[in-house]
C-alpha cells in the first residue's frame, strides 16, 4: 500500500493510516471498487499492531470511504473522489507547532419527587476535574501580563489561538492558521456573528429538519428567509439541495447531526461542496459535540474538505462546561476583519483570564485526559440507556445516533399518546419529543441508577394513554 508509519509522530499510528488512505481516495489513486488488504495483512506489511488497522479502517467505514462486504472484504467506496477542482490544500496537522498530542432540579407535578431531565447537551459537572481548573484559574490571575488583565484582542488570546490551532488540527483535522481563529463567548454568539456577516433581508438560509429551534431564530433575525432541508439517517439529504434560487448560507451539523445523530458521508460531503462552490453559497460547521464518538475516533471535519467555504464552529460546553462560555469559529482567510470588527461591537472581547487557563489545559494535556475519561463513562451510560429501552419496549423502537454524543433518537414503531407532554410531568421525566414517534434522549449528565429509573417513567408515561 505504500503507506509509512512514523512511530516517532505526535500524530497516533493509526490516524497516520487512515490520513494517507483518506488522501490516496479523494485523489483517485485508490479507485472505487479497489480490494484493501485485510487489517491483518496490513498489519504485517506496517509492522503495527492489527488494532491500529482496525482503528483506521472503522474512521474511514464511519465516514463512508471504503465499505465491508461480509465474507469477501474491504473495498473502497463508491463517489469518495473529490474532483481536482474542489480538491482542499494540503496541509500538515503538525504545522501549528502545538504541544497536544496526536437533571432538572424541579419536582415533579403533584409528586415529591425530582423529575429526571432527559434534555440535551449538558455533561457531567460532578466529573470535571475543578480544582485542577481552580489552580489554572488562580495561577492566570497571578502571573498573567498587565497587558492580559486589559482591554484585549477581540479575536481571543493569541496563545490560546495558537493552541486550539493545532489541537483541532490533530483531533478533527480543521486547516486553519492560529490568525483564522476567533474565540467568542460560546458557540451560540460564533453563529450569529458569521449570520450577521453573511446574511441580509432577502438572502435565504438552509438549515436541517429536524434542527435546534433557536437556530432558526437567529438567522432569521438578519432578516433572511430560513429554509429546511430533510435529513436522514445519514444525515442532510444532499440531493435536495434546490436547483434554484440557491441559499447564500447553509447550516450543518455533519459530525453528528443535530438531535437526529447521523454522519454525513464522504459522498454527501463532496456533493455539498461541490454545491456551495458552484452556487457562491457559503456552509456553517456546527461541530458541537463529535469529540465524544464511542465506537472509534472522532470523524473529520467538513472544513477540512473545503477550508474557503465553510466557516468552523466549535465549543467547549459539552466537554467541559457551559458556564465555560468558550467558543470559537474557524473563519475562511477574506472574512476575519469583518468578523473581527462585529465581535469587537458586539463584546469587545471574550474574558481573557479564562482564555489564559483554558489554553494552559490544553498545554497540560488536561483536556484530552477529560475527554478521555468521559467517554468511558458516557459510553456506560450510553449502553445502560440503551439496555433499558430494550428491556421495557422490545423490539418496539429503533435507535438513531448512538455513535457519538450525549444524546441519542429513540423512533417507536407505535403512536406516541397526544398529551404525552403532559403524562411526562405526571410521571417526573422530562424529554424532548419530536414528530414521527421520536424522542430525543440526553444522558451524559444522569447517572446510571437515573437513566434506570428515567426510561421506567417514560415507560409509564407512555402507558397512560
Not at 495561577?139 to 488570546?157: C, F, H, K, T, V
Not at 480543521?174 to 450577521?196: H, K, M
Not at 438572502?203 to 431564530?217: G, I, R
Not at 459530525?255 to 459522498?267: C, D, K, W, Y
Request: aromatic share 8%; charged share 20%; proline share 6%.
Amino acid at each position: 500500500m505504500w503507506i509509512t508509519v512514523d512511530k516517532h509522530s505526535s500524530i497516533p499510528m493509526f490516524r497516520q493510516v487512515y490520513l494517507s488512505l483518506r488522501s490516496r481516495i479523494l485523489s483517485g489513486e485508490l479507485t472505487a471498487g479497489l480490494k484493501l488488504p485485510s487489517t491483518r495483512e496490513l498489519a504485517s506489511q506496517l509492522v503495527v499492531s492489527r488494532n491500529i488497522i482496525l482503528e483506521a479502517y472503522e474512521l474511514l467505514l464511519a465516514e463512508g470511504f471504503i465499505v465491508s462486504r461480509s465474507g469477501s472484504g474491504t473495498y473502497v467506496a463508491e463517489g469518495a473522489v473529490m474532483p481536482q477542482a474542489l480538491s482542499p490544500p494540503m496541509s500538515s496537522p503538525e504545522a501549528s507547532g502545538s504541544p497536544f498530542p496526536a437533571g432538572s432540579q424541579t419536582k415533579a407535578a403533584g409528586t415529591g419527587s425530582e423529575i429526571i431531565s432527559f434534555k440535551t447537551g449538558m455533561p457531567d459537572l460532578d466529573l470535571f476535574p475543578r480544582k485542577a481548573w481552580g489552580d489554572l484559574l488562580r495561577n492566570a490571575s497571578r502571573d498573567a501580563a498587565n497587558s492580559s488583565l486589559g482591554y484585549g484582542d477581540p479575536a481571543g488570546e493569541p496563545r490560546l489561538r495558537s493552541v486550539l490551532s493545532g489541537y483541532l488540527a490533530h483531533t478533527r483535522g480543521v486547516t486553519a492558521r492560529p490568525e483564522q481563529l476567533v474565540i467568542t463567548s460560546g458557540a451560540v454568539q460564533a453563529i450569529q456573528l458569521a449570520a450577521r456577516l453573511l446574511l441580509t433581508s432577502g438572502d435565504e438560509a438552509l438549515v436541517e429538519d429536524p434542527t435546534n429551534a433557536e437556530l432558526k431564530t437567529i438567522l432569521s433575525s438578519t432578516g433572511a428567509t430560513v429554509r429546511t432541508l430533510p435529513v436522514d439517517d445519514s444525515g442532510l439529504v444532499t440531493s435536495s439541495l434546490p436547483k434554484q434560487r440557491p441559499p447564500k448560507l447553509i447550516y450543518v451539523t455533519p459530525s453528528h447531526q443535530f438531535p437526529l445523530g447521523g454522519i454525513l458521508p464522504i459522498q454527501r460531503r463532496i456533493e455539498l461542496i461541490r454545491y456551495a462552490r458552484e452556487t457562491g453559497s457559503w456552509i456553517i460547521e456546527d461541530d458541537y459535540d463529535s469529540e465524544f464518538r464511542y465506537d472509534g475516533a472522532p470523524v473529520h471535519s467538513l472544513q477540512s474538505l473545503a477550508p474557503e467555504k465553510v466557516f468552523y464552529i466549535g465549543t467547549f460546553s459539552k466537554v467541559m462546561f457551559p458556564a465555560l462560555r468558550i467558543g470559537y469559529v474557524v473563519l475562511p482567510l477574506p472574512f476575519i476583519e469583518d468578523f473581527v470588527r462585529l465581535k469587537r461591537l458586539s463584546d469587545y472581547q471574550t474574558p481573557g483570564l479564562t482564555q489564559l487557563s483554558l489554553a494552559q489545559f490544553i498545554e497540560q494535556k488536561g483536556l484530552y485526559s477529560h475527554i478521555y475519561k468521559m467517554k468511558k463513562v458516557y459510553r456506560r451510560r450510553r449502553d445502560m440507556l440503551l439496555e433499558s429501552l430494550e428491556r421495557h419496549f422490545g423490539g418496539r423502537f429503533r435507535i438513531c445516533g448512538r455513535a457519538a454524543g450525549l444524546h441519542l433518537t429513540a423512533e417507536f414503531s407505535f403512536p406516541l399518546p397526544e398529551n404525552l407532554p403532559e403524562f411526562f410531568e405526571q410521571e417526573g421525566v422530562y424529554a424532548a419529543i419530536l414528530r414521527g414517534n421520536r424522542l430525543v434522549l440526553g444522558y451524559g449528565h444522569l447517572d446510571e441508577g437515573k437513566i434506570r429509573e428515567g426510561v421506567q417513567r417514560i415507560k409509564s408515561a407512555i402507558e397512560r394513554g
